[in-house]
């Protein structure tokens, strides 16, 4: 196994504290492996260069950002790692664990039908957002592994799409073109080529890290690092539901909402006034199904949510700010009705949610991201989480739970400088 240094000047070091990635032994072991395969699979060079993507979280926000809405969202150090070296021949090759080699030829970025669904697609669409809104691209080897679980709400498919932006920027664009940038060009890969109705949250928790407050009232993203710190462990269940079948439930609910805002004369519900909707509760029944009408209350209620648990995060407020967790649960599950597919009678989401409420410690619990399967998301005190993990091991196994970090910076290339022939260290 190969052997990799990373100097230790002031700007790796700093980047790996931004990242909340100090290069522990379990980093190194993730890269040294990846060296490893990427000399056995490409060209060995000595110019490998890393990268890292993280997972993101959703704190606040359920399904508003395709209304236009905010969000409150954050990045954790849960990450899709590349070891990655650029190439002369116009090809990407990325060999992701798991994975079938993607190979695309940057000739011929014209979209596949296909290829719709698959890696491939997502590589091809960020490249062609590039290409048409003016940024170089180039060829590169890859060799990639995500600890961001598939199927599970914290977003593995926008963290490689993201990767695949960073380096891109950095091989390429001398790192010239904002978060705002690669986050579309992920948008586009993941909506259009990949074919799955989206919006932009996960993109843009990924590009921006930290703990990011986003309005995307204006159809472009303006994000707001959050200056204040999280006092308690995040943790992320993964019920084992599987999300992979479910797009016609997630389109479901930006179709309905739409057709709220249509009965008004717009396109998205931000684009109407809250008392507006209030007033008009009464004329929409019968106009819309009931479902599409509860949607739209709880778009409305999780605006004012949002609102409120960022200015309570930044005044030190946690029990409010829990609250408002909680509730955008409560309203997740009645209004929103993205707990479960129906006829599900399962319903891990549900009851996952109770079990972790039930739970000395835990101060809030909720379904997290699209949902209707997939994962739950907990807030709890630190120092109960000894007992809390118990439970879980016992409820959910070892392997299904994560307690995760808030990570200060999004998707970036972590240190361009390795030695293969001395030994590992920080």
């Known amino acids: 196994m190969a052997s990799v240094i990373f100097n230790n000047n002031a700007n790796s070091s700093s980047v790996f504290q931004k990242t909340s990635m100090l290069p522990d032994k379990a980093f190194f072991d993730r890269v040294e492996k990846l060296v490893d395969k990427h000399n056995k699979l490409f060209a060995k060079s000595n110019s490998l260069r890393f990268f890292s993507s993280p997972g993101r979280i959703e704190l606040c926000g359920n399904h508003t950002d395709h209304q236009n809405g905010v969000v409150l969202c954050a990045a954790v150090n849960l990450d899709t790692l590349a070891v990655v070296n650029a190439t002369n021949d116009n090809k990407i090759k990325i060999s992701s664990d798991g994975y079938p080699i993607i190979e695309v030829d940057l000739d011929c970025l014209e979209q596949n039908k296909k290829e719709i669904g698959t890696s491939t697609a997502l590589v091809k669409g960020v490249c062609k957002y590039f290409v048409d809104n003016g940024a170089k691209v180039g060829g590169f080897t890859a060799c990639a592994h995500s600890d961001v679980f598939k199927g599970a709400g914290i977003s593995s498919s926008a963290s490689f799409e993201l990767l695949i932006a960073s380096i891109l920027n950095s091989l390429y664009n001398d790192n ?21 109705p989206c919006g932009l949250l996960d993109q843009c928790a990924i590009a921006f890290g930290s703990i990011c407050f986003i309005d995307f009232k204006s159809g472009e993203p303006n994000a707001q690092v959050v200056n204040a ?8 269940v993964n019920t084992e539901g599987d999300h992979s079948e479910l797009t016609n ?9 739409n057709e709220v805002a249509k009965f008004f004369g717009k396109k998205v519900l931000s684009e109407i006034a809250p008392e507006d909707f209030k007033a008009n509760i009464p004329a929409l029944r019968g106009k819309v199904s009931g479902r599409a009408l509860l949607r739209a209350i709880h778009f409305f209620s999780e605006q004012e949510r949002v609102t409120l648990a960022k200015h309570s995060l930044e005044n030190g407020d946690i029990n409010t700010f829990c609250n408002c967790i909680n509730e955008s649960g409560n309203s997740s599950l009645a209004y929103l009705q993205n707990c479960y597919p129906q006829p599900d009678t399962a319903q891990v989401i549900p009851s996952a949610v109770e079990v972790l409420r039930s739970l000395d410690g835990v101060k809030a619990a909720r379904v997290h991201g699209g949902g209707f399967a997939g994962t739950v998301l907990a807030l709890a005190e630190t120092d109960k989480l000894p007992k809390i993990k118990d439970v879980l091991d016992n409820v959910f196994g070892s392997e299904n739970y994560f307690v995760v970090d808030i990570r200060p910076t999004g998707a970036t290339e972590i240190t361009k400088e390795i030695n293969h022939d001395k030994h590992t260290t920080c």
Do not use: C, N
């Not at 010239?176 to 799955?196: P, Q």
């Not at 710190?229 to 992320?236: A, C, D, E, R």
């Not at 439930?249 to 909402?257: F, G, H, L, Q, V």
């Open 249 to 257: 439930e997630y389109a479901s609910i930006r179709i309905e909402m």
């Open 176 to 196: 010239a073109l904002s978060e705002t940038f690669t986050a579309k060009a992920a948008h586009f890969a993941e909506s259009v080529y990949f074919g799955k």
């Open 229 to 236: 710190k999280l006092p308690l462990s995040v943790i992320l």
